[in-house]
């Protein structure tokens, strides 16, 4: 069917399992579990289970950052959820973050263990209890959340509208595509626009709302995902491209978005993180095909 075709919606809709494009084996209109599967615990308070997606890019810069700032107690595991292999319905997983999206943390620090799911809740977490990348004044802080919320609520148009309709649906559709293209490039001027008179996306200070929005918007006009750069004229916006070379260039980022990491150069694949040292000794190129 192209978009030029009428369609009729049933009356009622029923799941075909075939429909969705390159991720439809893991897409169903049900939560919980399909099989048991416990999830490993590392030797560190925080736990993370996750895939580098941009979502769960934004976790592992945020704890790299918290590291690099001096943070000894932000120390984590990270254990790679597969979700093309269906990891994140197992029992374990949905026990912790009952949508089955990745990223998701437990906090095993107090008494009792702490789980967080949805990323910009870890992010927020973790920059409370660091008391670190989120300002301490009330405007400052205000700010801050307005756009960490301004990602939250973006990102779907961009992922799951742009990309999918762009870069993973079956056949390419030129309404959606149009429609999703227009959405995309407004919010790459809202943030151009803010940008022109601010260093970081709340001000002069780096803080979770970067970390949150690179790996979405800096990842998409360095043409790092979707290959849309030049369909979206991305250089043109060069406010947003200045804020993201910038945040790329920061070590703890570069660290950040290899954990997890299942594609690209193999030197750049960092399957689970335990260790610092481990940037050094367990990506892929060093230990070949065992963790795969």
Do not use: C
């Not at 978005?257 to 694949?269: L, Y």
């Amino acid at each position: 069917m192209t978009d030029r075709d009428s369609y009729t919606p049933p009356r009622v809709w029923t799941w075909d399992s075939e429909s969705g494009g390159q991720f439809a084996s893991i897409n169903r209109p049900i939560a919980g579990p399909t099989h048991d599967k416990p999830l490993p615990v590392g030797k560190h308070p925080l736990q993370l289970y996750s895939l580098a997606t941009p979502n769960g890019v934004k976790v592992t810069v945020m704890l790299e950052e918290l590291l690099a700032a001096g943070h000894t107690d932000a120390e984590y595991d990270a254990w790679l959820i597969r979700i093309q292999d269906g990891d994140q319905f197992g029992s374990g997983f949905v026990d912790i973050n009952p949508n089955s999206k990745i990223p998701a943390m437990v906090d095993h620090s107090g008494d009792t263990p702490v789980r967080v799911f949805e990323s910009g809740a870890i992010l927020l977490y973790l920059a409370e209890k660091f008391g670190a990348f989120l300002p301490a004044d009330h405007a400052g802080r205000t700010e801050t959340l307005n756009w960490l919320f301004w990602l939250q609520g973006s990102a779907p148009y961009l992922g799951g509208g742009f990309g999918h309709f762009y870069a993973y649906a079956p056949t390419k559709m030129e309404y959606p595509i149009n429609r999703f293209t227009m959405e995309a490039k407004r919010q790459l001027d809202v943030l151009d626009r803010n940008l022109a008179d601010r260093r970081f996306l709340a001000g002069d200070s780096y803080t979770i709302a970067d970390m949150a929005t690179a790996p979405w918007y800096g990842a998409l006009v360095k043409g790092l995902v979707y290959g849309a750069a030049e369909f979206l004229d991305a250089a043109s916006y060069t406010h947003v491209n200045r804020w993201a070379d910038e945040i790329y260039a920061r070590p703890a980022f570069q660290r950040g978005k290899m954990v997890n990491r299942t594609f690209g150069a193999q030197e750049t694949q960092l399957h689970e993180r335990h260790d610092a040292i481990d940037f050094d000794t367990m990506t892929q190129d060093k230990i070949g095909p065992k963790s795969t």
